[in-house]
């Protein structure tokens, strides 16, 4: 098991990695959080009850141990659920050295993280993501968060976690298309400030999204973990270069927003065809060359991801997505902050016009 520390200013916390690893949560609890006399892990049916089993087991039979099943999917990251768990936890008389699991993909994460945060004005909270966008991206540097009707992560937080353990194992019964999706944020590191890790994912891709070796997924795992902390250290509350992380998410959140958060698309389906847009935005404002933008449409190409992002935007739906964005946190009067690329392993934050960035897009 490898062990991984995140420097913040708010908190020092470490993430553990491994195979089979889901065992030892009980002894890293007992070390770490010794204080813990109650037990509230939050999860959804899907994940395999086997996962859920193993992490019971671990901890002492002194400790009082409940688990809380959501449904799964974006929706659930909604004020209901987080009103349901805060009422569990007062009702069980949860206190502030008491703890949260969140056994789960990104969703299960950032509405039990939103919790933790704010239950008693902060409670124990541990991320054991079992998808690999969460164990990647949403599961480490404390955001949390729900969404409204308006759009995507609304409201939140910044909190971080006591510690991340990451199961790679789990990765194994993880379906084919979200494995894509966590595929997605790793792609999105390389892009905006590792030119050598991109080299790297052209050369070992197949053997991530087809084969699914756990020895090449690790590094990259490990990798992608590093690139975020990097940031997170730097800059904890998104005040600055933090930002550069949501390099191809504000037209993803508009995807995700305008599809009601359904099954038609995902978030790390969103995201993938969202960074081709910023791709091209960057393009146009030339910012990036045609070289790295048909390296990354090559890239695209021979892993099969989605890159025809005209299939979402076109002229009759572009004033609805221009609407949504403008719901987005980053937009400020008539312009919003756009991640775009100056070239493969360096993004920028641009001030750019709405209408002027998008409308070019469309044939």
């Known amino acids: 098991m490898i062990t991984f520390t995140v420097n913040t ?4 916390y470490p993430i553990f990695i491994g195979k089979g690893v889901l065992q030892n949560i009980g002894k890293i609890q007992k070390k770490r959080l010794p204080n813990v006399k109650r037990i509230l892990l939050v999860s959804t049916k899907k994940i395999p009850q086997i996962y859920k089993l193993i992490i019971k087991k671990s901890f002492s039979k002194n400790l009082n141990f409940t ?9 659930s990251k909604h004020i209901n659920n987080t009103i349901k768990i805060t009422d569990y936890l007062s009702k069980n008389n949860f206190t502030r050295d008491d703890l949260i699991i969140s056994l789960g993909g990104g969703v299960v994460g950032d509405l039990s993280g939103f919790v933790s945060s704010i239950f008693k004005r902060g409670i124990r909270f541990i991320q054991v993501p079992t998808s690999l966008l969460a164990q990647v991206d949403s599961s480490i540097g404390g955001k949390t968060g729900i969404n409204n009707k308006y759009g995507k992560n ?51 891709s197949h053997q991530i999204l087809k084969e699914r070796n756990l020895s090449i997924i690790q590094k990259a795992v490990l990798e992608s973990c590093n690139c975020k902390s990097i940031i997170v250290k730097k800059d904890e509350n998104e005040k600055n270069i933090r930002a550069i992380l949501n390099f191809g998410h504000t037209f993803a959140h508009a995807l995700e927003t305008k599809f009601n958060y359904s099954s038609k698309i995902n978030h790390g389906e969103a995201v993938l065809i969202g960074m081709i847009v910023a791709c091209k935005i960057s393009l146009n404002y030339k910012l990036l060359s045609f070289k790295d933008f048909n390296r990354v449409i090559n890239f695209y190409k021979a892993n099969n991801l989605n890159y025809k992002y005209n299939n979402f935007l076109n002229k009759k739906n572009i004033g ?17 902050n756009l991640i775009l690329l100056k070239n493969i392993g360096k993004a920028v934050i641009k001030k750019t016009d709405l209408n002027k960035s998008f409308f070019p897009l469309i044939k």
């Open 154 to 204: 609304l409201i939140g937080t910044f909190s971080q976690p006591d510690f991340v353990l990451i199961d790679l194992s789990t990765l194994t019964t993880l379906p084919s298309r979200e494995f894509v999706s966590g595929f997605a944020e790793i792609l999105k590191y390389s892009l905006i400030m590792n030119s050598k890790f991109f080299a790297w994912l052209e050369k070992n």
């Open 320 to 336: 609805t997505f221009l609407k949504i964005m403008k719901k987005d946190k980053k937009f400020k009067g008539n312009e919003i």
């Open 9 to 12: 200013k708010s908190k020092k």
């Open 67 to 75: 688990i809380l099943n959501i449904n799964d999917g974006e929706k």
